[in-house]
């Protein structure tokens, strides 16, 4: 229920936003405007406010909206509002009406980064875990537990900023040259070689692929979760328990143990437990389970941990109002710039087009997101914004992008394109669009089967 009601709040808020942009200059320009429309198809309700010529309404597919002005190319209008039927209209003109829909969202992104940045953006202090071997990050002689405080000159305050900066590098094709604070207080500078990631990189995480990792405490195997009637509490673990060795395997950290586990569904498991300072022998059997196609094994157990140990690694990042908005419209310009990059690298086939997501998945993120609380919500839609006016912008047909196309070869040409080559775009419109929405919606049934 939690991710249904964030997808449709999400989708109501991000579509109004997009339509008033429409609406608001279509009122300014003197364009009448007959409808606004919160989805497609059929009408379920509709209202007028008083003194208004807009019939408000909502449709029965959710999935967008409309706004629906005087135009003579869509019905006869009467000699007396000609002059207010959007087709009338200097090119100038209708290239703002059009734009401003896109232009709307951006700017909702950026007043929901503004009062992000003031509140403070949770996210995880940029220290650096176990660094792969042999990666770009060992060949960089990055370590462990080395704090990345900017990269080529942009401050990097947390993991996610860290992530972003990098993926925006890569794209460009640059070098990222780090500075560097060790943990015990001395400044280096690092250059991390970025162009020994592969196009298909992206379609993963990338930053493994540069043997980068965010720094994690170490995790001891102690026990300090037990489901009721589960396997363990059956077999006689207890709160407090060490496990020592698993069939005379020595484990040091929790991710041993669970691995083990895992990898012995319905096999017999010998563990040597230290409770209080008294050795123990217990035998248990892992559950087996599905998951994902495999059988793992689970013993409904969990890990003692300091949770003061792991609030050290999180941070606020928060600026004073003006800074604020300031970096609200520099995240909104550079996330912009990453999502164009990455259209452009699929059109030209070195991104998988499996980075495509479509509203399962997005449904998903919301639902993800709500549960980590508002401030992770909003970021979300902060994104999605950006994404839904990025992708309006796109020169194709049908979008908001294609009109302004039209309307720049008019401007070139000093007169409307035909209506024969403007159906036309319009077909080839259509095709585009339905063709990425199938990929799209292919890719999220993929992530719900295979994970």
């Known amino acids: 229920m939690i991710t249904a009601l964030a997808f449709i709040v999400a989708i109501v808020v991000l579509v109004v936003f997009h339509e008033l942009g429409h609406y608001w200059v279509a009122r300014w320009c003197g364009v009448k405007v007959l409808r606004f429309s919160v989805g497609f198809g059929k009408t379920i309700y509709s209202w007028r406010f008083a003194g208004s010529e807009t019939e408000w309404a909502i449709s029965a597919v959710p999935l ?7 135009d003579e190319r869509e019905g006869e209008v009467s000699p007396q509002e000609q002059s207010r039927a959007f087709n009338r209209q200097p090119v100038l003109k209708r290239m703002a009406i059009v734009v401003a829909g896109p232009l709307a969202n951006l700017l909702l992104a950026i007043v929901l980064y503004w009062g992000l940045f003031i509140y403070g953006v949770p996210g995880l202090k940029p220290i650096l875990g176990e660094v792969e071997p ?77 043997g980068l990792r965010a720094y994690q405490p170490t995790i001891h195997p102690i026990i300090g979760e037990l489901l009721d009637a589960g396997v363990a ?7 407090g328990d060490n496990i020592l060795r698993v069939n005379g395997q020595p484990i040091e950290r929790w991710e041993q143990f669970v691995e083990l586990v895992r990898s012995h569904p319905a096999m017999l498991l010998h563990l040597e437990i230290d409770r209080a300072g008294m050795p123990l022998a217990i035998d248990l059997t892992p559950l087996a389970q599905a998951e994902n196609g ?6 409904g157990a969990g890990p003692q941990i300091d949770r003061q140990v792991f609030d050290s690694l999180l941070t606020d990042v928060r600026y004073p109002p003006v800074a604020a908005l300031g970096e609200a419209m520099r995240k909104t310009w550079e996330t912009s710039s990453v ?17 495509l997501s479509g509203p399962i998945t997005i449904a998903d993120y919301a639902g993800q997101s709500a549960h980590m609380g508002m401030g992770a919500y909003l970021s979300f839609l902060a994104l999605i914004s950006i994404s839904l006016g990025v992708l309006n912008l796109l020169p194709v047909p049908l979008l908001d992008g294609g009109h302004l196309l039209y309307y720049t070869v008019e401007m070139i ?18 095709a585009l669009l339905v063709t990425m929405m199938v990929f799209a919606l292919y890719n999220d049934i993929s992530r719900l089967i295979l994970g």
């Open 233 to 239: 509490q059956q077999a006689g673990l207890r709160l």
């Open 413 to 430: 040409k000093g007169s409307p394109v035909s209506d024969k080559l403007w159906e036309a775009g319009q077909n080839v419109g259509i």
């Open 64 to 70: 967008g909206g409309y706004v629906k002005m005087l």
């Open 134 to 210: 042999s990666s770009p990050a060992a060949v960089a002689q990055l370590q462990a537990q080395q704090t990345i405080v900017s990269i080529n000159g942009k401050a990097s305050p947390s993991w996610q900023e860290v992530r972003w900066i990098l993926l925006d590098l890569v794209l460009q094709g640059e070098s990222a040259e780090l500075e560097i604070l060790t943990p015990q207080g001395d400044t280096l500078r690092r250059v991390l070689n970025l162009s020994a990631l592969a196009p298909s990189d992206l379609d993963s995480d990338f930053m493994l692929k540069l």
């Open 339 to 355: 999502s164009l990059q990455m259209i452009a690298r699929m059109i030209m086939g070195q991104v998988s087009l499996k980075n």
């Open 294 to 299: 495999t059988q793992v094994g689970k013993i």
